[in-house]
């Protein structure tokens, strides 16, 4: 999969939570593609209803990406409601305003929808049914996106990496690099995700004219102990003290939310409609760390 990203400007973009981990990504991918405006919680905060309806009204951009959300997934289970002021009813408050100024609305969802019982990949329409508080958060926001938007893209997606913000990537090579034992978990399936390949994603997408729910993530799946391994055999931490433990052993002082144990999304829509499919998880980890990682790419 080659990455795409020179394009002659097609509109007027505005973006929520410009300053996540996601929300850098798109800022940077579409800047050459599009006119720009980049909100977070002071320009545009999302949990205001009227903020929203004001700056998409003065703007009036083609397309708004939605990237503000509530990503705290332990601290959730304490503030189920902070997490559905910001996911459900902030997504909410962007979908009204996008219907009401004509704006298409592309936003993120989660694996954490599903109860990680299935035994092969998740499509689009397999049943939901969220066992967290900030997955239950995340569905309510879909829910509003699908009754409020009349045209709509969302992409679930799962386990983040990329240059801005801390995730999974950063925080194995801090820990090892500060020669602290790992100890992770080998019973969760799932797939890593680029950041720049979903921003990628999002622009084959839009440039196809796909309108609805699609999932998104690298190719292949693999578990959190087995990613960490391969990191560390990748960055020269060859003697860090790694670990595997099972979800069940995880402290629920620490880690109170509920995970999916099998949460690996089919990206078989995105293949039918892009006619590409996504890169391996592993080529593209290879790939941050030569050219993307930290501190390079953060601007
Ligand atoms: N990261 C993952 O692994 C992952 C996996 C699956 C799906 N997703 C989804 O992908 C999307 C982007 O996630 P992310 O990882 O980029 O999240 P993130 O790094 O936590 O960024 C969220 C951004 O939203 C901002 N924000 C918070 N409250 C706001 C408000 N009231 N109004 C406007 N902005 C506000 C945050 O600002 P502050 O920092 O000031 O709070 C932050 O800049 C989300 O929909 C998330 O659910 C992420």
């Known amino acids: 999969m080659a990455i795409q990203n020179k394009t002659a400007r097609t ?26 405006l980049r909100t977070d919680r002071e320009e545009c905060d999302v949990t205001r209803a009227r903020e929203c309806l004001r700056v998409i009204g003065e703007f ?20 189920e409601e902070a997490a559905f002021a910001l996911n459900a009813r902030g997504t909410r408050n962007v979908a009204l305003a996008c219907r009401e100024h004509g704006a298409l609305l592309v936003t993120f969802g989660t694996d954490y929808v599903f109860d990680g019982t299935s035994e092969r990949p998740y499509s689009e329409n397999d049943p939901t049914g969220p066992l967290s508080a900030y997955g239950r958060s995340k569905l309510a926001a879909e829910e509003a996106v699908r009754e409020i938007a009349p045209d709509f893209l969302l992409l679930r997606t799962q386990w983040l990496f990329g240059a801005h913000g801390r995730n999974f990537v950063s925080s194995i090579l801090d820990r090892a ?32 004219g796909s ?7 690298n ?11 391969f ?26 939310a509920p995970r999916p144990l099998y949460a690996v999304l089919s990206k078989k ?9 996504p890169r391996r998880w592993e080529e593209a980890v290879l790939d941050f760390l030569r050219t993307g990682s ?4 953060d601007s």
């Open 231 to 256: 990191l560390l055999a990748h960055t020269g931490n060859k003697e860090a003290r790694l670990s595997a433990l099972s979800t069940s052993d995880l402290s629920r002082d620490e880690y109170p």
């Open 11 to 36: 509109g007027r973009m505005m973006i929520t939570g410009a300053n996540g981990l996601l929300g850098r990504e798109i800022s940077r991918f579409f800047s050459r593609g599009y006119e720009i």
């Open 60 to 79: 009036s951009p083609d397309v708004v990406v939605h990237c503000a959300a509530y990503t705290a997934v332990d601290r959730a289970e304490a503030e």
């Open 211 to 217: 309108r609805g729910i699609f999932h998104f993530s």
């Open 269 to 277: 829509k995105y293949r039918e409609a892009t006619g590409v499919a």
């Open 177 to 208: 690099g500060r020669g602290e034992e790992l100890r992770v978990v080998s019973d969760q399936k799932g797939s890593p995700t680029y950041s720049l390949d979903l921003a990628d994603a999002v622009k084959r997408l839009l440039d196809a």
């Open 219 to 229: 190719e292949g799946e693999t578990t959190f102990f087995v990613y960490a391994a």
């Open 294 to 297: 930290r501190g390079e790419r």
